[in-house]
């Protein structure tokens, strides 16, 4: 096996030979890559070496950027003031980088009126085209009508 590390004769030797050289400093092997031809050991304290890998992989989590998901509620009658309305608080959201998810949501019979629904996320998306592009077309979903909108990257 292929043997590296701090403080250790780099170079190829035995697997023996690699733990008794990892006793002596009171150290670990470590099998850093099986598949390699001959395999990597490395010798390291291997509490540390967990410690560092989990600290990476925090950093690495962190630094991903997180989506957030912003809704607006409709009724299927909805009218132009209130569409209006959630459509300028759409806008902000969009500009902020936000996702916007849009739902019409039926109370009892209302169900019966799934064309207004549908015409009016339909509407709302093609209101915000120059902000957004629709991710998924109106849907139906129980007593929802969703309709997911992201925003357009900057120009």
Not at 11 to 17: N, Y
Not at 27 to 41: R, W
Not at 49 to 55: A, M, Q, T
Not at 84 to 90: G, V
Request: aromatic fraction near 10%.
């Amino acid at each position: 096996m292929r043997l590296v590390g701090e403080n250790v004769e780099q170079g190829v030797c035995r697997k023996t030979e690699a733990l008794d050289k990892a006793k002596e400093l009171g150290l670990d092997l470590v099998e850093i890559s099986p598949k390699a031809d001959p395999p990597v050991c490395k010798i390291v304290d291997y509490s540390k070496f967990k410690y560092d890998h989990k600290k990476k992989q925090k950093d690495i989590k962190a630094k991903a950027q997180k989506t957030v998901v912003k809704e607006i509620r409709f009724g299927p009658n909805t009218e132009e003031h209130d569409f209006n309305f959630k459509l300028k608080h759409a806008i902000g959201f969009l500009e902020d980088g936000s996702k916007v998810k849009a739902y019409v949501h039926f109370k009892g019979r209302s169900i019966v009126f799934k064309e207004r629904g549908e015409i009016l996320l339909l509407k709302f998306a093609q209101a915000l085209d120059e902000y957004a592009k629709v991710e998924q077309l109106p849907k139906l979903e129980g007593k929802r009508m969703f309709l997911f909108l992201s925003p357009k990257g900057k120009k």
